[in-house]
């Protein structure tokens, strides 16, 4: 975490009044939620960490908020609460909890059947969708974006015949192990975070900088990457935009030494119906998508350009008999293939991202102004339905600069303040999305929210 010349100010930040804020804040949170309190307590007997998901608790609460009910935009918790949720299940219910659409459908493939491990005409319908909207031939489907990733890998290693994997530094890509490499003091370095791993991953990942041509092209001149794995916009380390005309060197740097490109479009696809290679004209060897693509259902897609699946399918051929070790016997099951068929026809168009992407320019456009008028040394940055202020002045370039400006006390306090006001941003970092259910007033009370909770700890309140 940074921190400022003077040793009261964090970030531009008083922080002897967000210390107290933060005592505030806690006592408030705990007196509101007493259900939320003992379900969490009950939950410690049986569950680890208290939740089913250790991520859960990685929220800035003193203990973890219950869910009671979710639709559209709202989330009611067990305390009667309704939030106004800009999380969206970290991009799970991008198009809103429990769309109609998406609800209607499941019901109907869960009275007819859910798994088989057998093909349907969901599926042939899904696959023609993806291949119209994204541009690439064939694909296969996973239950989440982590094995999407991990299966991508390898099939592209197999049909390589290269070992080695290059990431960008503060990536994140799921769960998949092969990408917990950063970059330390220029060093690629074996996350120590990373629990329970056994062989040197730096043996077969390359790590670089986003935004850095220059290192890639030395890295891929080697001649030993199977491929390039990459946001088309860094989004969990805190958002960093490609700077112009990077994307486009990319593709051809990757086409010279035969490296295969891959864009994890799980989160960029807010920017529209074709995430943001279709809105910039992208053109991948191949592709991930995940949270979003089943309307909140867990379910994932990857999909491969025509000379990639031919080199995919030659190699499973050329492979000896026995099971392949990519797939799982629910990926592309009958409830997912539903839900990724409504919301493929109904929710991920031009219509639907039309007055998400307006709504996002509201919010973005709003906490610049609020920034401002606190005198903050803050950015803010937009990709599409998506938003997120940092503590820097201006937006980071890679990874590095990214994690720099990260403080998970200044975040915890904000967003802790936040929910006791009746919002709900994303606990990871400082993001905030757009579905088709949050209305421009819904912009105006986070808005107004933040702007109360600048002013009770900005070092210089606004006039």
Known sequence: MSLS?????????????????????????????????????RAQAHLLFGVPLHWMTDWGTPFALQVAQAHGARLLDVDGHTLLDFCLGDTGAMFGHSPPVVAQALARQAAQGMTAMLASEDAAVVGELLSARFGLSHWQFAMTATDANRYVLRWLRAASGRTKLLVFNGCYHGTIEDVFVDLVNGVPTQRDSLLGQVH?????????????????EAALAQGDVACVLAEPAMTNIGMVLPEPGFWEAVQVITRKYGT??????THTISC?????????????????????????????????SDEWAARVVQAKRDAPPGHSGIGTTLSGNLLAMAAMRATLESLMTPEVFAPMLATATLLADGLRQCIARHRLPWCVTQLGARTEFQFRAVPPRNGSEAGA??????????????????VMITPFHNMMLICPDTRPDDVQTLLAAFDEVLGLISADPAP
């Not at 964090?10 to 006592?27: F, S």
């Not at 295969?260 to 479009?265: K, T, W």
Request: glycine residues 10%; contains cysteine.
């Open 5 to 41: 010349t003077s040793p009261e100010l964090r970030h531009g930040i008083h922080w002897a009044r967000a210390q107290a804020l933060l005592q505030q804040e806690v006592a408030a949170f705990t007196a509101r939620n007493p259900r939320s309190r003992a379900l969490s307590e």
């Open 272 to 304: 529209g119906p074709g995430g943001y290679s279709g809105a910039h004209g992208l053109q991948p060897d191949a592709m991930v998508l995940g949270k979003p693509l089943g309307g909140g259902l867990p379910c994932a897609a990857y999909g491969f």
């Open 260 to 265: 295969a490109l891959v864009l994890d479009e």
């Open 405 to 422: 400006a990260l403080d998970s006390e200044l975040e915890h306090l904000i967003h802790l303040a936040l929910l006791n006001r009746g």
């Open 200 to 216: 040197d991953l730096t043996e077969h990942t390359v790590v670089v900088e986003f935004n850095d041509l220059a290192a890639l």
